[in-house]
């Protein structure tokens, strides 16, 4: 075989540019590589202190089975994990016990603050819907730094809870628990406020919006069996099963009225979705589950206790409707409408600014 210069030249530099693209150093294919395994390794370390302060803030005891399947690793892959981080002082580790470190427990409370804090951010600041908050903040709580968490923090008014109604630790590492029960606590006829819906399982969580609760709103339980749970919330009649109630946590509060008693004290109350073409009504309130940007547009829209609409028309798909308010036409969907209560006028009235 003929040697060629030229092509003995062209392999070479192929080789070169091969190799550089591997070893590079920061950017190559193995600094990122490693990179990428440190940073896992990181977020596998933090998520783990998460879980354990969380486990034992409640009283519970962590263990190696639960620490694997929150990490969705293998036991032997925790195992290892669990003794770097005893090595970096943050666990005792002592037979079954898994005990938190003052620095493990420091490093727990950034992260849970960051994670409760970003959730609150997302609630107040972006149109992210309830069901994303959760997973949003699970993906940034590793990669805020302490100075951008109290930037937030005090971009947002120094929130004491997140959108679930869990507290958020201070930057001193202060936590006030809410102290709630579950619902599914309290015996029939009692009244009770809800301070915090659990987030997890996802399944869970999303029948819980779909019920359309939320921290601060005020419940009465009308009956309790082993196999459903019925309260009044928010104007309407809910009806759970145990497994899914129990991650309501409530404090018991002075009688809520009955529900027969509050229609009455409020004729004619409603969502304004509810209102029909030509029909006046008076607004009430908007729900504790209008936030942020949204109740900041309603407000300016004239949308406040007092404020007379009118339904005046609705797309030939029935959505949106048209609303006169405050001699504007504005057109709201009607989950929209369903955040603003409402007292029906029992006359067709004209609207008035």
């Given at each position: ?228 749970i019925r309260f009044w919330a928010n104007g309407d009649e809910h009806i759970l099963a145990p ?24 004729p004619n109350s409603g969502q304004l979705s509810s209102l029909q073409i030509g029909e006046t ?47 504007a036409l504005i057109a709201l969907r009607s989950e929209q409408a369903s955040l603003i209560q ?12």
């Amino acid at each position: 075989m003929t040697y060629n210069p030229l092509i003995a030249l062209l392999f070479g530099i192929f080789l070169i540019g091969i190799t550089a693209v591997i070893f590079w150093p920061e950017k190559g294919i193995l600094a990122r590589w490693q990179k990428t395994g440190h940073l896992s390794e990181r977020v596998h370390s933090e998520d783990a202190l998460k879980h354990i302060y969380k486990f034992e803030a409640k009283g519970r005891r962590p263990t190696l089975e639960s620490i694997a399947g929150i990490l969705h690793l293998s036991l032997d892959d925790t195992a290892e994990l669990l003794s770097k981080m005893e090595a970096n002082r943050l666990l005792n580790l002592s037979g079954e016990s898994i005990q938190l470190t003052t620095a493990g427990q420091d490093t727990a409370l950034h992260i849970i603050r960051a994670h409760r804090l970003y959730e609150h951010y997302l609630a107040e600041e972006t149109g992210y819907d309830e069901t994303e908050w959760h997973s949003q903040a699970e993906r940034h709580e590793h990669s805020l730094s302490r100075e951008q968490i109290n930037a937030l923090a005090n971009q947002l008014g120094n929130p004491t809870h997140d959108p679930h109604g869990d507290p958020i630790p201070t930057s001193s590492g202060d936590i006030v628990f809410h102290n709630g029960q579950p619902l599914t606590e309290l015996p029939a006829q009692s009244s009770a406020q809800i301070v915090h819906l659990e987030d997890e399982p996802d399944i869970v969580y999303a029948q819980l919006i779909a019920e359309d609760l939320c921290p601060g709103m005020s419940v009465r339980v009308m009956e309790k069996t082993p196999t459903y749970i019925r309260f009044w919330a928010n104007g309407d009649e809910h009806i759970l099963a145990p497994i899914v109630a129990a991650n309501i946590s409530v404090v018991e509060v002075a009688a809520v009225p009955e529900p027969d008693k509050e229609d009455k004290q409020i004729p004619n109350s409603g969502q304004l979705s509810s209102l029909q073409i030509g029909e006046t009504a008076e607004v009430v309130t908007l729900s504790q589950k209008c936030r942020g940007a949204e109740r900041r547009r309603f407000m300016d829209l004239g949308i406040l206790p007092g404020a007379v609409i009118k339904a005046e028309m609705s797309s030939p798909s029935g959505e949106p409707t048209a609303y006169i308010i405050r001699d504007a036409l504005i057109a709201l969907r009607s989950e929209q409408a369903s955040l603003i209560q409402v007292k029906k006028n029992t006359k067709r009235t004209k609207t008035l600014s």
